[in-house]
């Protein structure tokens, strides 16, 4: 479904990306686990094509074709998605005009609003009329958000777990989405710093100093990442140079 081959991205010639590759198969829940500041949050805006974040180096494949030099927008066409750490906030906008633009979009074909709401455990004649603002909180926005996603019948979608904010019911129902986007037939890059969350997916990948240092079983990985990782020293390591502390 996503293929990065050989991905490296400089800022203001800061390497923050670099010889990073990364394959996510069909249906398929891929974790990408690391500490803050190793790159993760970069990554989804690399695979998302969002502005400023066009590879330096290195190509982006979906489902066989070169998306590298596609902006935003065609690649939401072509059915990627993404949500991001904080999610948005819409003075004047009600949770069910929120869930009908998505519902209406190019690849809208999932699940009415009602039906998408009750998925992340939200009652809709509680939810459809309140406005999508600072009067829910962080874990209900970020519900509404994967519920939206979940309207648009995605094939891909990125899912960047909050640093905080979220308590453990709105995760664990937010994990309960994510189960069901796979099984409508969707890949899901599930972006996150906590062990138990890369547990619940099918393959995990670790991040670290802009790179991908392995790919495999979600417990291998995640033992891994308990033994050798602490906040992350290696951002604008240059190529060759990442090391390993703990």
């Avoid at 986007?181 to 906590?194: D, E, F, R």
């Avoid at 991908?212 to 990985?221: A, K, N, Q, V």
């Amino acid at each position: 479904m996503l293929h990065l081959v050989d991905i490296g991205l400089v800022v203001e010639g800061r390497p923050i990306l670099h010889d990073l590759n990364l394959r996510v198969l069909p249906g398929e829940i891929h974790a990408i686990l690391g500490m803050n500041g190793a790159g993760k949050s970069t990554l989804a805006s690399v695979v998302m094509g969002l502005s400023g974040a066009s590879p330096t180096s290195g190509n982006i494949y979906f489902r066989g074709d070169d998306i590298t030099a596609l902006p935003i927008s065609a690649r939401a066409k072509l059915g990627i998605t993404l949500a991001w750490q904080e999610p948005a906030r819409f003075e004047g906008l009600t949770v069910g005009e929120y869930l009908e633009l998505g519902s209406h979009g190019p690849r809208a074909g999932g699940p009415p609003a009602e039906k998408c709401l009750r998925l992340v455990g939200l009652p809709p004649d509680r939810y459809l009329r309140r406005t999508v603002d600072s009067t829910l909180s962080g874990g209900e926005r970020k519900r509404v958000e994967l519920a939206s996603i979940l309207s648009m019948g995605p094939l891909l979608s990125i899912l960047d777990e909050p640093d905080s904010g979220i308590d453990a019911l709105s995760l664990n129902l937010i994990l309960d989405a994510v189960r069901v986007l796979a099984k409508n037939g969707a890949s899901v890059l599930l972006i996150t710093h906590q062990i138990e969350v890369a547990g619940s997916a099918d393959r995990a990948s670790f991040l670290c100093g802009g790179t991908i240092l392995r790919t495999g079983d979600p417990r291998e990985i995640g033992r891994f990442f308990r033994m050798h990782c602490q906040e992350c020293p290696n951002m604008g390591a240059l190529p060759g140079e990442v090391a390993l502390h703990g």
